[in-house]
């Protein structure tokens, strides 16, 4: 498992650029598929790489309620940009999962579970805010009285290499959740790039699988002014981040206020489309289906993502729960913010700010939660 917390004063290294570049080579040696950003159709996406030369190689974006651009920079940071369209979510829960096979025979019938395939993952840039994230999932998929067996089989294989930020977009928000800029633990390594002088990143080693992978990379120790860049990098990221969450009794002012005229105000706009929910990195609810072949032989058992912005996700016995736009939002926005603590001790929410670039009408979770909270505090709107 990765990894300790890091205090400050941990033992860091640095890595020039140039050696970076064994980086893949030296994973997919250990058995490890490598899984890194990549820009694809105008976006940064997570695929499986072989190269450093396929990551967004002197590439950024451009982010804002409903936006999102690729932008090119002016030298070869490989890193430098904010959260990506999806997170690494996909590749832990599929969007579409096939469990199980059920096959009629002779003699009778079969059953043929589809176990997590045993695949050894590194993901390399992680983000601290989606670290944070799958921490979270961790802890509703893994350490709950119910695991999720195929969570925990492909999770069992990851190698986690973190990126801290040196680029916030204008929708980020994880300063403020406590959950960046920088990774403080739960990484195999973790990397800060750093441009200013040599290229080079500095890095901090959270596992002793991460120090063994360091050590077969051409490395020298970190010395005072590489933390002082490292420093420079985080602060400046800390400071520039687009938007902040006041969590001060945030989960108790919004469970206070589901009676506010505020969720038809946001059900005016909201277009019900469940990108918000497709896009976070914490959402992990699902449904199942069962497909049968026409002729009856072979049924098969899948589970696909699912909504709560959806009208069948609370339909029960005969009709919808949650029948209004306005109660699905409330539902949503209710639970990443207040009652996840209830459920998880916890918020549901890391601010990566996925929710409000990919919603394509810029309802921004901060903004209406920031709202909320001051309705509640003034008795309600
Ligand atoms: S609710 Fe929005 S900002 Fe929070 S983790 Fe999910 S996508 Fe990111
Ligand atoms: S809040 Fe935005 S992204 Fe979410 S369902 Fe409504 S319109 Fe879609």
Redesign the pocket.
């Known amino acids: 498992m990765p990894a300790s917390t890091h205090s400050p004063d941990a033992e860091k290294f640095v890595v020039s650029r140039k050696a970076l570049e064994a980086l893949p080579l030296l994973l997919r040696g250990e058995g490890y598929e490598v899984w890194a950003p990549t820009p694809v159709d105008g976006a940064i996406t997570y695929q499986s790489i072989e190269t450093l030369t396929e990551l967004p190689v002197g590439r950024s974006d451009q982010q804002a309620p409903g936006k999102y651009r690729l932008a090119a920079r002016e030298d070869r940071a490989l890193f430098q940009y904010a ?1 990506t369209p999806q997170s690494w979510k996909p590749l832990l829960l599929p969007p579409v999962n096939h469990f199980l096979t059920i096959q009629e025979t002779s003699d009778g019938i079969e059953f043929h579970p589809h176990p997590p395939p045993l695949q050894r993952r590194a993901l390399l840039g992680l983000r601290p ?1 989606d670290l944070a ?1 799958i921490r979270v999932l961790d802890r509703v998929l893994q350490e709950d009285l119910h695991p999720d067996i195929g969570y925990a089989g492909r999770r069992e294989g990851l190698l986690l290499i973190a990126v801290n930020c040196g680029y916030p977009s204008g929708v980020c ?1 994880c300063a403020s959740m406590g959950t960046g800029p920088q990774a403080r633990d739960g990484f195999d390594l973790a990397l800060t790039e750093i441009l200013a002088g040599e290229h080079r990143f500095v890095v901090t080693v959270g596992s002793a699988r991460g120090r063994a992978i360091l050590e077969s990379l051409d490395h020298r120790p970190a010395e005072a002014p590489d933390r002082g860049a490292e420093d420079n990098v985080v602060r400046s990221a800390r400071e520039n981040m687009g938007r902040a969450l006041n969590l001060e009794n945030l989960a108790e002012a919004i469970s206070s206020e589901s009676n506010s005229k505020q969720w038809e105000e946001i059900a005016a706009r909201c277009l019900s489309c469940a990108n ?1 929910t497709m ?5 992990f609810c699902g449904t199942v289906e069962d497909h049968n072949t026409l002729d009856g032989k072979q049924a098969s058992r899948t589970r696909v993502w699912d909504s709560c912005f959806s009208l069948q996700y609370s339909y029960i016995h005969g009709g919808s729960v949650r029948s209004s736009p306005a109660a699905r939002y409330r539902q949503w926005l209710t639970h ?1 913010l207040s009652t996840w603590h209830d459920q998880y001790g916890e918020c ?9 670039t990919w919603c394509p009408v810029g309802i921004d ?1 901060t903004q209406e939660a920031n709202r909320l909270r001051g309705a509640a505090a003034w008795g309600g709107i």
């Open positions: 959260s805010c994230a928000f918000c896009v976070c990195p914490t959402c990443k549901g929410c890391v601010g990566c700010g996925r929710c409000i979770l």
